[in-house]
């Protein structure tokens, strides 16, 4: 809702955009009322978005690059930048690293990976949060949580390898429905070129041997080719970037690699949890 008090707590992103729209508009002798008409909104929600009382949404920002951009990416990018606003403060800023990666190497033991979640996964778990959120504020998390899956298809393509515990496959998140179709979606996952997904049996410490122990992890390498290790304990966040550290953690990763089930042993063990037949 535009309020007064949005003007002053608008991001440095909100304001960019509202700076930039109406100096294009300017540009072509338009008023509010003919940019409203060219991107479908009112004046009135021109107006509350050139002063910061509405910042625009994803979808007016999809209409303001069709209609004002001639070529530019200022839109574009400012989708980038106001998404990342709206994410929780301690995941800010480990996503724009995400985004950018040419490289993750993940390991999970609760839920699905964020980034290979369907959007029904998705709305049970983070509407089944505590503390409890709004409807408005899961349904954000929820589109901003999907948005993450355009970078399956970024050029450069990055190379992405994720390890699953066994005991996330067989945890059901909503329903029995939502999870076979969760499931099914890691099998068209596991399928792209440009992903690896193994499966951490649950029989893997049997022989007194369990690397997993620790828990979960996100390393990741910079197009600098920097590698770091990204962890989110309860709400927490810790990057960290320190070469010796970073090497304990591509140690265990690597351990845990060889414990789990091959690409072709995982892809069938999902495929038999969700019902589907050889």
């Not at 408005?136 to 994720?162: H, K, T, Y």
Request: proline fraction near 4%; charged fraction near 25%; hydrophobic fraction near 45%.
């Amino acid at each position: 809702m535009a309020s007064a008090e949005n003007k002053e707590t608008a991001s440095p992103a909100a304001k960019l955009v509202a700076k930039v729209t109406r100096m294009l508009r300017v540009q072509r002798d338009w008023s509010q009322d003919r940019l409203g008409d060219e991107i479908g909104y009112s004046a009135a929600a021109v107006s509350a978005m050139e002063t910061c009382a509405q910042p625009a949404s994803d979808a007016m920002l999809v209409a303001l690059k069709r209609v004002l951009s001639e070529g530019s990416d200022v839109f574009e990018t400012a989708r980038l930048y106001m998404r990342m606003e709206r994410l929780p403060e301690q995941f800010k800023d480990y996503a724009l690293l995400e985004q950018a990666a040419i490289s993750l190497q993940l390991f999970v033991t609760n839920v699905i990976h964020g980034l290979f979640q369907t959007e029904a996964y998705a709305r049970a778990l983070i509407g089944g949060g505590c503390p409890p959120l709004s409807d408005q504020r899961v349904e954000e998390l929820v589109q901003l949580r999907m948005a993450r899956n355009a970078l399956f298809d970024r050029d450069p393509l990055p190379m992405i390898e994720i390890i699953i515990d066994e005991a996330v496959l067989r945890r059901v998140i909503g329903s029995e429905e939502i999870m076979r179709e969760q499931l099914l979606h890691l099998v068209e996952c596991a399928r792209r070129r440009n992903v690896t997904l193994l499966v951490l049996p649950m029989d893997a410490g049997k022989y007194g041997e369990y690397a997993g122990a620790h828990g979960e992890m996100n390393l990741l390498e910079t197009s600098e080719h920097e590698h770091l290790v990204y962890l989110e304990p309860q709400d927490e966040s810790l990057l960290i970037s320190d070469p010796a550290k970073v090497s304990i953690y591509a140690q265990r990763y690597a351990k845990i690699r060889s414990q789990a089930l091959g690409p072709r042993e995982s892809l069938d063990l999902i495929m038999r949890l969700a019902g589907v037949k050889e």
